[in-house]
T-cell receptor
Framework: EAGVAQSPRYKIIEKRQSVAFWCNPISGHATLYWYQQILGQGPKLLIQ????????DSQLPKDRFSAERLKGVDSTLKIQPAKLEDSAVYLC????????????FGNGTRLTVT | AQSVTQLDSHVSVSEGTPVLLRCNYS??????LFWYVQHPNKGLQLLLK??????LVKGINGFEAEFKKSETSFHLTKPSAHMSDAAEYFCVVSENTGGFKTIFGAGTRLFVKA
């Protein structure tokens, strides 16, 4: 089966600019996650979707971050405006969602904010 | 509320010697526990998963972990380290609170000396 696809692979922007990341999960996976991994730290959950509904966005900085999964398949994460501290790898993951199945991760997008 | 603590940020072993990466967790429910590995510039990969069956779980590449409820621990071990085991390892707890919530530990970087 095809894995979780993410793009772009790398992105460099200046602070106060906007950026968007795209994720296409494994076919049939109902649950989609966005994680932020700052260098030297473990992944931190930003938002979790079940189909096209939000299950958990308690750690999403909603003043600047937004995410959507309109048709319950692919998803977009946006940052506007970006800050220096947003420099990180943004990971997308998916799983079946019906049980506690393991997460399948994409390769991530490495964001550098200058 | 769930949490996970990886007791060592760095572990260094010699090739051919045993590996022990320590993880403690807390959970209000019966959690599922996972170990993931992240090689440099690679995506996160599942090593093994505990869901409430056998307390000793075998994973890929010779790794195994033992679930000890009385100690709230889920330590990862391998009898003999290989150079290719050098990577970052994450302990993960997931519990069903009306939707599965997954939390990552901060990670343990494993160094393997020749």
């Amino acid at each position: 089966e095809a894995g979780v696809a993410q793009s772009p692979r790398y992105k460099i922007i200046e602070k106060r600019q906007s950026v968007a990341f795209w994720c296409n999960p494994i076919s049939g996976h109902a649950t989609l996650y966005w994680y932020q991994q700052i260098l030297g730290q473990g992944p931190k959950l930003l938002i979790q979707f079940q189909n096209n509904g939000v299950v958990d966005d308690s750690q999403l900085p909603k003043d600047r971050f937004s995410a959507e999964r309109l048709k319950g398949v692919d998803s977009t994460l946006k940052i506007q405006p970006a800050k220096l501290e947003d420099s990180a790898v943004y990971l997308c993951a998916s799983n079946r969602g019906r049980d506690n199945s393991p997460l399948h991760f994409g390769n991530g997008t490495r964001l550098t904010v200058t | 509320a769930q949490s996970v603590t990886q007791l060592d940020s760095h572990v260094s072993v010699s090739e051919g010697t045993p590996v022990l990466l320590r993880c403690n967790y807390s959970s209000s429910y019966s959690p599922s526990l996972f170990w993931y590995v992240q090689h440099p510039n690679k995506g996160l990969q599942l090593l093994l998963k505990y869901t409430s069956a056998a307390t000793l779980v075998k994973g890929i590449n010779g790794f195994e972990a033992e679930f000890k409820k009385s100690e709230t621990s889920f330590h990862l071990t391998k009898p003999s380290a290989h150079m290719s085991d050098a990577a970052e390892y994450f302990c993960v707890v997931s519990e069903n609170t009306g939707g599965f919530k997954t939390i990552f530990g901060a990670g343990t970087r494993l160094f393997v000396k020749a």
